[in-house]
T-cell receptor
């Protein structure tokens, strides 16, 4: 079975802190994604990576950065956390080939910024 | 810009009923459409993926259809069970086959 693991289920941070959210997948997927999910707004794509060291902005990249140094790991970084970044963060991965690009999701990290 | 809409936002049905969840999208130039299930506080689980060249996909009691010309997809759940209670999301690919635009979901409750 495909496994996408997010390092924390719950995080509480203070305004201004630098926050790292880690995601690891074990299926040799080329693509990895970070989303945030908010009530009434659904899932919104923050950043996307299609290969090691490659990244592409999603719909809401402001206030976030990412790092992909190894194929299996994709990190989301909040440079200076703010209260409006309180949300559920979901990581996903998929193959690049169009016929097999089902996205597999981690369990999510619920981040609270106080 | 692709927009995906799911109506209704919530649905309650008695156990054993067959039901249909609706998904509409504005841009018919999609590579595929995916249906996911999300349990409260959890991540998403892929249910079905329909390629743009396909009309439908089936998995057990689930059947998803795709009509690109009308911008619609439906998820049919046969003989619903309380364990089917969850939020169901559809997502349409955009630009490339990889990136998805999600609807806001239909929260389904199956009652005893």
């Amino acid at each position: 079975d495909v496994k996408v693991t997010q390092s924390s289920r719950y995080l509480v941070k203070r305004t201004g802190e630098k926050v790292f959210l880690e995601c690891v997948q074990d299926m040799d997927h080329e693509n990895m994604f970070w989303y945030r999910q908010d009530p009434g707004l659904g899932l919104r794509l923050i950043y996307f990576s299609y290969d090691v060291k490659m990244k592409e902005k999603g719909d809401i990249p402001e206030g976030y950065s990412v790092s992909r140094e190894k194929k299996e790991r994709f990190s989301l970084i909040l440079e200076s956390a703010s209260t409006n970044q309180t949300s559920m963060y979901l990581c996903a991965s998929s193959h690049r080939r169009s016929g097999q690009n089902i996205q597999y999701f981690g369990a999510g990290t619920r981040l609270s910024v106080l | 810009k692709q927009e995906v809409t799911q109506i209704p936002a919530a649905l309650s049905v008695p156990e054993g009923e067959n039901l249909v969840l609706n998904c509409s999208f504005t841009d018919s130039a999609i590579y595929n459409l995916q249906w996911f299930r999300q349990d409260p506080g959890k991540g998403l689980t892929s249910l079905l993926l329909i390629q743009s060249s396909q009309r439908e996909q089936t998995s057990g009691r689930l059947n998803a259809s795709l009509d690109k010309s009308s911008g619609r997809s439906t998820l049919y759940i046969a003989a619903s069970q309380p364990g089917d209670s969850a939020t169901y999301l559809c997502a349409a690919s955009r630009g490339t086959a990889s990136k998805l635009t999600f609807g806001t979901g239909t929260r389904l409750q199956v009652t005893l």
